[in-house]
């Protein structure tokens, strides 16, 4: 099972960037991916996530719109939209897999994912 984050990098604020997560050894079509983030020296949090079907998404609150996640079935990747980021968006950003039975509302939960890549580092700074 592996879960690549990528698209990180430093970026102005209010500037965007775009992150992928690719995936491969499970079936994804029947597991919720969610993003998580972790700040240095905080714990990890929520980001946004997404069922299975495409069909249900589910933003922490700070996102207010900002961000949106999207997913390509046939290609195995999920995307995390951000735009009009501020310093405080930097962070570590992972993606994760959750199974299908997860209702949309649990997936804040970082306890309901099974799967887990490693994160790609977004820097927001002038």
């Known amino acids: 099972v592996q879960l690549q984050a990528s698209g990180g990098g430093l970026v102005q604020p209010g500037g965007s960037l775009r992150l992928s997560c690719v995936t491969s050894?499970?079936?994804?079509?029947?597991?919720?991916i969610g993003w998580f983030r972790q700040a240095p020296g905080q714990e990890r949090e929520f980001v946004a996530g997404i069922r299975w079907s495409g069909g249900s998404t589910y933003y922490a609150t700070f996102v207010k719109g900002r961000f949106t996640i999207s997913r390509d079935n046939a290609k195995k990747m999920v995307y995390l939209q951000m735009n009009s980021l501020n310093p405080e968006d930097t962070a570590v950003y992972y993606c994760?897999?959750?199974?299908?039975?997860?209702?949309?509302?649990?997936?804040?939960?970082?306890?309901?994912?099974?799967?887990w890549g490693q994160g790609t580092l977004v820097t927001v700074s002038s």
């Open positions: 994760a897999a959750s199974p299908q039975s997860t209702i949309l509302s649990e997936l804040r939960r970082s306890n309901r994912y099974y799967y």
């Open positions: 050894g499970f079936n994804f079509d029947y597991y919720a």
